[in-house]
């Protein structure tokens, strides 16, 4: 497989040597710099598109290591010193503030190995990449690219890991990955825009019903749109046709030039312009899936046309609304979550019958108690309204049904139901990753270990650089009691996305699974600082803080619990988890209890969670089990 990382980066007359670790001067010689600053300047220079976080930097240069900010902020002192980069002046590194820091310099791109012709307009093969030119601040530069989700090193390592689990395609299959259009404007305002309309392009081609058909999905088309060799990566997932299109708007026109490169020969064989009005971009995803059905010799039938035209609203101000509210909704942080709610309520109120924007309010609604720690009783009224619009309007949409399944599972506590509407879902949509991803989660709560494992293999397949399911494949794994996978896939979901706190939650869990309990507490903290303090990260400290005979540690929890309660909602069952670490049993049923007044979603791993594990032999336990109608859900008697 040819290597996709870069060798290097040029920037300011220097040369950033990523083989060596070295960084050297215009006249060729190395310059001395510490190897943790020649990291902080690595992770810079490859997210140089977008502001990083002092958080991010420091989970990527110091993983699994608890350090104070100081360290970070004296290897950024220390490159500003190489680069003569004075605090107020921004010619290399400049500091955003609030929010961390951003490389601003030039960049050339050193790359090994790369002959990919699809990215040189005159059909050469590139031995360079280069950033954009400076342009007068009054002009915003004419090409920029602004998705970076995975850099181009650690794809190069995730690639390896993922491209054993991706199964062929069939002879006579077909796979093809739309790619984010790439922002032409400069503005960030529109990436809202570039992002949904590939998004709602591959759901169009998904919707053609052909067994042959494999759409790679949209976590997967955004890495894959980062790398230095777009094809080399395509092939080495299995992908046979790349489509990728550039977003431009001036005044209020819109232009999108569309391709379709084909991955074996690296040959363009289409492409297209289409103009629209910004107020009149209705449609255009139906137009563009259609012309690449047709070039890889797949037809719409009627029906399948006429159902690609009932899932959007006529309105253009809810389609608008409705595209940001999924950007935001993607970002998965409790901030975004509420940003990501705004804009589907928006887009309900434009149009009152739009699924697609009732499903989004339901599923948002749904997952926050997840994510943000929302408690139920302040959700719940809304999230039924919404899902009953959503099914009365869309009765045929996938969403609608994976939003209910949601709802089902996380706030009617009726696993059933859910599972049945998990079903629905595939079927409406055989290519939806999200869709696989849920039903496997379903299918773990009944003890379905087989099929559950299954359903993640295929998530995976269909969106093979997501990392949320390798975080949830790990989960089932674990729970499945294969430790091995379920580290790998842990460990995959971490190095595709190392911001996100799912993989290192369930890392966490299974190094505690394993004993390994210095290593889960690193992990645990990373899930604290990465979540904005998620609840989880207080009772899985706490339940290895026990293991580990730290109990003055658990109190603190406890006392920081009780503080956090003093000004923000913490779930009871987070009480009562840290109350069982401490042997404070009484205690830890009483918080149970009212967890279950308040519906706290939590419950619904009463019987196989490890944070309660000890409870398990009081008498009290099973009549809480019962009354929270958890038993029915039978993973700890399936793995027993």
């Known amino acids: 497989m040819v290597a996709v990382a870069p ?24 310059i001395p710099l510490s190897g943790r600053a020649f990291d902080v300047l690595a992770h810079l220079i490859e997210h140089r598109d977008v502001v990083v976080s002092k958080d991010a930097l420091m989970l990527a240069v110091w993983p699994h290591l608890v350090v104070e900010e100081n360290n970070l902020s004296q290897a950024i002192s220390s490159l500003r010193r190489v680069f003569g980069d004075p605090r107020d002046v921004s010619r290399v590194i400049a500091t955003v503030q609030g929010r961390g820091y951003r490389f601003v310099a030039n960049v050339e791109v050193d790359i090994a190995d790369s002959d990919d012709s699809d990215d040189a307009p005159d059909g050469s093969t590139p031995t360079t990449s280069a950033a954009p030119k400076a342009t007068p601040a009054a002009h915003p530069p004419q090409r920029k690219r602004r998705y970076v989700w995975v850099s181009a090193a650690v794809l190069a390592v995730v690639v390896v890991a993922v491209a054993w689990l991706v199964t062929r395609s069939e002879p006579g299959s077909i796979s093809i990955v739309v790619l984010p259009f790439e922002n032409l404007t400069g503005d960030g305002e529109y990436d809202y825009l570039a992002v949904g309309l590939a998004e709602e392009t591959s759901v169009s081609l998904a919707q053609i019903g052909d067994a042959r058909l494999r759409v790679i999905g949209d976590v997967s088309a955004k890495a894959i749109s980062q790398a230095s060799s777009a094809t080399d990566l395509g092939r080495s997932l299995g992908v046979d046709f790349i489509a990728r299109s550039t977003l431009q708007v001036e005044g209020s026109s819109v232009r999108v030039n569309a391709r379709l490169l084909r991955v074996a020969d690296r040959e363009q064989i289409w492409s297209a312009v289409f103009d629209r009005q910004l107020t009149d971009v209705l449609g255009l995803q139906r137009e563009l899936s259609v012309a690449l059905a047709e070039q890889i010799r797949l037809r719409l039938s009627p029906e399948v046309a006429a159902a690609i035209d009932a899932r959007q609203t006529r309105s253009p101000d809810a389609y608008r609304l409705y595209l940001k509210g999924r950007h935001a909704w993607n970002k998965f942080t409790p901030a975004s979550f509420r940003e990501a709610l705004g804009f589907f309520r928006q887009a309900a109120a434009a149009d009152a019958k739009y699924a697609l924007a009732w499903a989004g309010i339901a599923q948002t609604l749904t997952t926050s108690q997840i994510i943000a720690d929302a408690p139920p009783q302040t959700i719940a009224a809304d999230a039924r309204d919404a899902i009953a619009r959503a099914q009365r309007y869309g009765p045929g949409l996938a969403e609608v049904w994976n939003a209910a399944g949601y709802f089902s599972n996380f706030i009617e506590w009726d696993v059933t139901t859910a599972l049945s509407q998990a079903r629905k879902s595939v079927m409406l949509d055989p290519n939806s990753a999200t869709a696989h991803m849920f039903l496997g989660v379903m299918l773990l709560e009944i003890g379905e270990f087989g099929e559950a494992l299954n359903m993640m293999r295929r998530a995976r397949e269909l969106d093979p650089l997501w990392a949320q399911a390798f975080a949830l494949s790990a989960m089932v ?118 967890a279950l007044e308040v519906r706290d979603v939590s419950l619904l791993g009463l019987d196989w969670d490890s944070d309660t594990e000890t409870l398990r032999t009081d008498v009290r336990f099973a009549s809480l089990i019962a009354r929270c109608g958890c038993a029915t859900r039978g993973v700890i008697g399936k793995n027993e």
């Open 7 to 30: 060798r290097g980066y040029r920037f300011e007359g220097y040369r950033l040597d990523l083989v060596r670790r070295r960084i050297l001067d215009a006249s060729g010689a190395p």
């Open 477 to 594: 794994a674990n729970y499945a009691g294969d430790h091995d996978a379920a580290l790998n896939f842990a460990r995959q979901a971490i190095a595709i996305a190392p911001d996100a706190f799912v993989g290192h939650l369930q890392l966490g869990n299974i190094y505690f699974a394993l004993g390994r309990y210095e290593e889960a507490l690193a992990a645990y903290a990373a899930v604290e600082r990465l979540s904005g303090g998620n609840s989880r990260a207080y009772s899985s400290r706490a339940r290895t803080l026990a293991r580990m005979g730290r109990v003055n540690d658990v109190r603190a929890i406890l006392d920081a619990l009780r503080a956090r309660a003093q000004v923000q909602d913490v779930p009871p069952y987070t009480f009562a988890a840290v109350h069982t670490a401490l042997g404070e049993f009484d205690a830890a049923f009483e918080w149970l209890e009212r």
